[in-house]
């Protein structure tokens, strides 16, 4: 096959296989072949830049870097929503309408209120143009590239769509996702996000489009605006929405009367805790768009429409007690123990209580009766005390001052919520918890060894610490409980087959807190082997791209602690990877050292992702726009002509694909 007919054909399977998967939720082939396939399509595209297509599914993982949003007026303005909460008011609602449209028959669609963070989406001919926050509901925020990374937005629509429109939805995480993400968060000694909507809303507005393609976001639409659109209600509006291509919930229905629409109302209060994602209410819309069109907007919302808000769900029970749980990082979580609850059609048992400020200013005591909350959120809340039911004799809190597992003072540094054990070599759950981040699956990996296997290892006093795992052997570990020969040669074979985990995964390992997977593959890279990292100042890390005084600091402590030092050169003993691999030494130099390139336009030899790379590798740091500060501005095909111009007003050298190559 010719190469063009080729690339097009694998673009457009890769598009339906995402609209299947994203739109659909309902995906013909595995993940696998979808990610061989598209790896397929990345390498004809990089030979072949002349075949570029704004729409192609590779450019769904990203890569730009968006430093400033661009503020953009709306052609149409994003209005807000009248809240109601009886059907006492939707009955009102109704009525006013109808003094407004005189005696005719009205209908409306009800759907769920997604909650997230809405967005408003340009279409021209078919493709995907503009993407805006809604911001005040005038102007918001261009954040196009982010959204381009998610893939239930389709790039390009297919069937009879008008020719420009706006479309409106809301940028939604689903709670599985919200929970992975989170997660991860906790593995990296992180604080996790606090609730789906204000994560998702937050996303939009990354620097680093990649970073937005890796989380789980979904864009669900409701609404459509424009001229000249071939069809004539909301409901109908949907239908045509879902062909083109959207993702638009079919939960959706066209109601006769506030009886029908209270009825829904009610069906969805309690069905909306199976779905993926949370939903805080019910939208009510005239169905006819006509009808519409007459009844117009107030300064604030329109009045065809009414967001119906679902009650939070909340009961009363007693706090039985306040206990306390010490995390891997020495971070101490107060948590809630509760007479048991049924609550949104789950048992109840336990609360986070987050820190010693929420305590004191809910002054929430042992004993107290206590109201729980459960809005959308996964995990409940205690949200006030039922103060004419405390008891007399009644004691405040007194925050615990000492460590529950260690007996360690406890620390709390400035600026932070939380308390710390900084007892971190003795501290049991603490040393367990390292352990247990050691052998996890992104870090070193080891086979045959799992969570409780590390605590009663640890309880039988036959490890300490991670360095300790390599000590291991057959006949120590045969006598455990449940511990069949088997499975102790698989946990000493695991362990010894770690000792080939590259570098960064092995510094990833090491637990040091604020290093994630990101942060250890940039610092192997910029030290290259942990004798150098182990020198370096925070002066000179925080030099490093993307690290920040946080991590340097963090670090720099990490490795002046004697104890560190120790296991670290008893694991090089051992014989694991503390330095990158010859293979990974070879592509790298520090010829560009100190350089910085702005990358533009299509190349011939090279795919931009590649040239990108190149730069790295080499110890050069790549910039998104040009400033005082780029050293050389890389111009391939096709450079835009504001970047030249640039360029050349900065006296900002600009050189070919070719003259780079030399450079490397
Ligand atoms: P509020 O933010 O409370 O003023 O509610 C208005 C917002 O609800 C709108 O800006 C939309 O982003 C959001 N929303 C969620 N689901 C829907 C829906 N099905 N129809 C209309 N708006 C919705
Ligand atoms: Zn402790």
Redesign the pocket.
């Given at each position: 096959m010719e190469v063009k007919a080729k690339i097009e054909a694998l673009r457009d399977e890769l598009r339906a296989h995402n609209y299947n998967y994203y739109v659909l939720d309902n995906p013909t082939i595995s993940d696998f072949e979808f990610d061989m396939k598209l790896k397929e399509l990345q390498t004809f595209e990089e030979k072949h830049p002349e075949f570029y297509d704004a729409t192609s599914p590779t450019l769904r993982v990203g890569g730009t870097i968006t430093k400033n949003f661009e503020t953009i007026v709306h052609e149409h303005r994003?209005y807000?929503?009248d809240?109601s909460y009886s059907k006492e008011d939707l009955e009102d609602w109704e009525k006013r309408i109808q003094r407004i449209l005189g005696d005719v028959q009205v209908a409306f669609t009800c759907?769920?209120?997604?909650d997230g963070a809405?967005i408003s989406l340009t279409y021209e001919n078919g493709l995907l143009v503009k993407a805006v926050t809604?911001g005040d509901g005038i102007q918001g925020d261009d954040v196009t590239n982010n959204i381009k990374t998610i893939k239930s937005v389709p790039l390009q629509l297919k069937g009879d769509y008008p020719d420009k429109f706006d479309i409106?939805g809301?940028i939604i995480l689903t709670l599985e996702g919200f929970a992975k993400m989170n997660q991860e968060r906790l593995a990296n000694g992180e604080e996790a996000y606090m609730n789906p909507r204000n994560t998702a809303s937050g996303s939009l507005k990354l620097q680093d489009s990649a970073e937005v393609a890796k989380r789980p976001l979904e864009c669900l639409l409701?609404?459509i605006v424009g001229k000249n659109l071939n069809f004539e209600t909301q409901f109908e509006m949907l239908k045509k929405a879902r062909e083109w291509g959207f993702k638009v919930p079919t939960v959706a229905k066209l109601c006769k009367t506030t009886n029908e629409v209270m009825h829904f109302v009610e069906e969805w209060d309690v069905k909306r805790h199976d779905l993926p994602y949370e939903t805080d209410g019910v939208?009510v819309?005239v169905n006819s768009l006509r009808y519409q069109d007459e009844l117009g907007y107030t300064a604030k919302a329109p009045r065809w429409?009414m967001?119906y808000k679902f009650k939070a769900e909340q009961v009363s029970t007693v706090l039985h007690q306040i206990t306390y749980q010490v995390g891997r990082t020495g971070a101490i979580t107060p948590v809630a123990n509760l007479k048991p609850v049924l609550l949104a059609g789950t048992t109840v048992k336990r609360a986070s209580l987050h820190n010693a400020d929420q305590i004191a200013k809910l002054d929430i005591r042992e004993g107290d009766t206590v109201f729980v909350e459960k809005g959308g959120e996964i995990i409940p809340k205690i949200i006030a005390v039922d103060f004419t039911k405390r008891s007399i004799g009644s004691e405040p809190t007194t925050y615990i001052t000492h460590c529950p597992e260690c007996e360690t003072g406890l620390i709390r540094n400035e600026g932070e919520a939380q308390h710390f054990c900084p007892n971190d070599t003795g501290c049991p759950p603490q040393i367990t918890g390292r352990i247990q981040h050691f052998i996890s699956r992104k870090a070193m990996d080891i086979e045959g060894l799992g969570g409780e296997t590390v605590e009663l290892l640890f309880k039988e006093g036959l490890i300490q610490n991670y360095a300790d795992l390599y000590t291991l052997t057959k006949e120590l570990v045969m006598p455990l409980e449940r511990m069949a020969e088997k499975s102790a040669e698989n946990l000493v074979n695991g362990v010894a087959a770690s000792k080939s985990i590259p570098f960064e995964r092995v510094l990833f390992a090491l637990g040091i807190r604020y290093v994630g997977e990101t942060v250890a593959k940039k610092l192997a890279k910029a030290y290259k082997n942990i004798d150098a990292l182990m020198k370096a100042t925070e002066e000179e890390l925080v030099a490093v791209d993307e690290i920040g005084g946080r991590i340097a600091e963090s670090v720099v402590q990490f490795f002046s602690e004697v104890s560190n030092q120790e296991i670290v050169a008893r694991l090089k003993s051992y014989g694991l990877q503390f330095s990158l691999s010859e293979e990974q030494l070879q592509n790298q130099s520090d010829v560009l050292k100190g350089k910085t390139f702005v990358v533009s336009g299509v190349f011939e030899t090279l795919g931009r992702t590649e040239l990108k790379k190149l730069i790295e590798d080499n110890g050069g740091k790549v910039a998104s726009s040009i400033s005082s500060k780029t050293t050389y501005l890389v111009a391939g095909d096709k450079m835009g002509p504001s970047k030249r111009t640039k360029a050349e007003n900065l006296g900002v050298p600009i050189i070919s694909e070719q003259d780079f190559l030399a450079m490397v």
């Open positions: 994003m807000s929503l809240n759907e769920l209120k997604y809405s809604r409106r809301e409701y609404s939208v819309k429409a967001a």
